[in-house]
């Protein structure tokens, strides 16, 4: 029987590339969206077995919906991908620029949101000893990215990538994959093409490898995660470019 994978956040960017690589490797995919119904129904041409969800994953219940929704298609889940996040852009010395009700967004989706995900889907990930891979951030080692509102949720849902590996073992293993800049929509949607283009230009002159990530880099690591790296839980992989390594700059 095939496996089946729920992926939050899945119409556009890692998301949809994580869905496109497993459902090529013929898993079932679960697509969850939240608001962009059109563009989720672009990417489930691209995943042959898969259904679509929509679900706010900031909302115990919609986490309830998207689990209930895979056992009841397929009577499994092997893996769940928490990548569903937000951000708000704001200059880190711009410290008026973010207000407790900012933290509290971005905290409900990006750390109580996988939280109630794997609380949701964490009898059928047992049952089937499948894997977690939370999405978070080079910003969660190094301060920096969009906000210091969105770096310190990263960081807390590093923390909670480690407490759940411990709860969840030996059944389920639970790790997280630390992208840096990615080229994917969310980038061109805040910034414009042109100021996207320069952030790329200038994040690869920062890190060793000189080049910055594309989702389907992401996808990788997280497909390696869920199918492999069977000695592997409780993990932050940099998938970065070297950003977590290379001096301030």
């Given at each position: 029987?095939s496996?089946?994978?729920?992926?939050?956040?899945?119409?556009?960017?890692?998301?949809?590339?994580?869905?496109a690589l497993?459902?090529?490797?013929?898993w079932n995919?679960?697509?969850?969206?939240?608001?962009d119904?059109?563009?989720?129904?672009?990417?489930?041409?691209?995943?042959?077995?898969?259904?679509?969800v929509?679900a706010?994953?900031?909302?115990?219940?919609?986490?309830?919906?998207?689990a209930?929704?895979?056992?009841?298609?397929?009577?499994?889940?092997?893996?769940?991908?928490?990548?569903?996040?937000?951000?708000?852009?704001v200059?880190?010395?711009?410290?008026?620029?973010?207000?407790?009700?900012?933290?509290?967004r971005?905290?409900?989706?990006?750390?109580v949101?996988?939280?109630?995900?794997?609380?949701?889907?964490?009898?059928a990930?047992?049952?089937?000893?499948?894997?977690?891979v939370?999405?978070?951030?080079?910003a969660?080692?190094?301060?920096?990215?969009?906000s210091?509102?969105y770096?310190?949720?990263?960081?807390?849902?590093?923390?909670v990538?480690?407490?759940?590996?411990?709860?969840?073992?030996?059944?389920?293993r639970?790790?997280?994959v630390?992208?840096?800049?990615?080229?994917?929509?969310?980038?061109?949607?805040?910034?414009?093409?042109?100021?996207?283009?320069?952030?790329?230009?200038?994040?690869?002159?920062l890190v060793?490898?000189?080049?910055?990530?594309?989702?389907?880099?992401?996808?990788d690591?997280?497909?390696?995660?869920v199918?492999?790296?069977?000695?592997?839980?409780g993990e932050?992989?940099f998938?970065?470019?070297?950003?977590?390594?290379?001096?301030?700059?």
């Amino acid at each position: 029987m095939s496996k089946v994978a729920i992926i939050t956040g899945a119409s556009s960017g890692i998301g949809a590339a994580t869905a496109a690589l497993l459902a090529g490797k013929g898993w079932n995919v679960v697509i969850n969206f939240s608001r962009d119904e059109k563009r989720a129904k672009e990417i489930q041409k691209k995943c042959p077995t898969s259904i679509l969800v929509q679900a706010d994953v900031g909302d115990d219940a919609g986490c309830r919906k998207l689990a209930k929704a895979a056992l009841d298609k397929w009577g499994r889940i092997d893996a769940l991908v928490n990548n569903a996040g937000t951000t708000k852009f704001v200059a880190h010395a711009k410290l008026d620029g973010l207000s407790a009700d900012d933290f509290l967004r971005m905290y409900r989706l990006n750390v109580v949101g996988p939280f109630q995900m794997v609380r949701a889907c964490a009898d059928a990930l047992k049952a089937a000893k499948g894997a977690v891979v939370n999405v978070s951030s080079v910003a969660s080692q190094l301060g920096t990215g969009s906000s210091i509102a969105y770096a310190a949720s990263k960081a807390a849902l590093n923390s909670v990538t480690y407490s759940l590996a411990r709860v969840l073992g030996p059944e389920v293993r639970v790790n997280a994959v630390c992208p840096g800049y990615v080229d994917t929509p969310w980038q061109t949607g805040a910034l414009g093409q042109e100021r996207a283009d320069q952030a790329k230009a200038h994040y690869a002159t920062l890190v060793p490898l000189k080049s910055h990530a594309t989702p389907e880099d992401i996808a990788d690591a997280i497909a390696w995660l869920v199918e492999g790296a069977r000695q592997v839980t409780g993990e932050t992989i940099f998938v970065d470019g070297g950003m977590h390594i290379s001096p301030p700059r």
